[in-house]
């Protein structure tokens, strides 16, 4: 029997995390262990974390087409290349080992939010691009979304990031076209866990409709705030994600027995 004050428990969660999820990404941060604290097994939890989190990119990619942001008939190139490398990260999690990455991807999103807290005008306004706007789409894209499909901390983070850096946009335009592919990437990794069968159904339409919600929030306080409000959430969040694998990694514990001797 399914408890409903879990459910409701999950629905806030959801909420509060499709809000930072649309904004800055990260909301994996509050679901997964949300998830596991239900006490099902850890593959269906993450299963399930991906069937619900695709509602939070829907409804954001939604809402910010419905206002003119996003145009995805000029993306949906871009956005299957999302798709398809999401599909191939998914498909080798079973070959490789993540271990390396879930030793990594801490310390580069602690570099990120270094390069965030000393770059004060970073994706204020857009810039002249690196490279073009093709060769970016052919190849960030697909491997964030395989990185995605793999692993997954920080996707969001890495789209929005990768296209300042390297495609001259603004924060903001980057933080939105990001949904897309981020949305995408979750459909192609979601297939994956739909043929498995390890989605808990019943916490997955009860967080939908919170990421829903959630999303609709936060795409809002996007498009009313911009880069001023996007920056810090990405410093927090990008923390939050570190903090959150070097505990997960048992170097936090490591590094704590050193320091007590």
């Known amino acids: 029997m399914v408890d409903p004050l879990q459910l409701a428990g999950l629905f806030v969660l959801a909420l509060?995390?499709?809000?930072?999820?649309?904004?800055?990404?990260?909301?994996?941060?509050?679901?997964?262990?949300?998830?596991?604290?239900t006490g099902i097994p850890p593959v269906s939890a993450l299963a399930t974390n991906k069937m619900q989190a695709i509602f939070s990119s829907l409804s954001a990619t939604y809402h910010f087409w419905r206002a003119g942001k996003l145009h995805v008939?000029?993306?949906?190139?871009?956005?299957?290349?999302?798709?398809?490398?999401?599909?191939?990260?998914?498909?080798?999690?079973?070959?490789?080992?993540?271990?390396?990455?879930?030793?990594l991807v801490p310390f580069l999103l602690m570099a990120i939010c270094g390069w965030l807290l000393l770059s004060a005008d970073f994706g204020k306004e857009q810039r002249a691009p690196r490279f073009s706007f093709s060769t970016v789409a052919l190849t960030l894209v697909p491997l964030v979304a395989a990185y995605d499909g793999f692993f997954g901390p920080g996707t969001g983070t890495f789209f929005a990031l990768g296209l300042v850096a390297l495609a001259g946009f603004s924060l903001d335009q980057a933080t939105i076209q990001a949904k897309l592919y981020n949305l995408m990437s979750n459909f192609g990794a979601l297939i994956f866990f739909l043929v498995k069968g390890h989605i808990v159904w019943p916490f997955a339409l009860v967080m939908a409709c919170g990421m829903v919600a959630g999303g609709q929030i936060g795409a809002r306080m996007v498009l009313k705030h911009g880069t001023g409000l996007i920056k810090p959430l990405l410093i927090v969040t990008s923390l939050g994600m570190s903090v959150r694998l070097l505990w997960q990694n048992g170097t936090l514990a490591s590094w704590w027995g050193i320091i007590t001797g």
Request: proline share 6%; net charge positive; charged share 10%.
């Open 73 to 103: 008939r000029l993306l949906w190139r871009p956005a299957l290349l999302s798709m398809f490398g999401a599909m191939c990260g998914a498909a080798y999690v079973s070959l490789i080992d993540p271990s390396l990455l879930k030793a």
């Open 16 to 37: 509060v995390a499709g809000t930072i999820d649309a904004m800055a990404g990260g909301g994996g941060l509050l679901t997964v262990p949300g998830l596991m604290a």
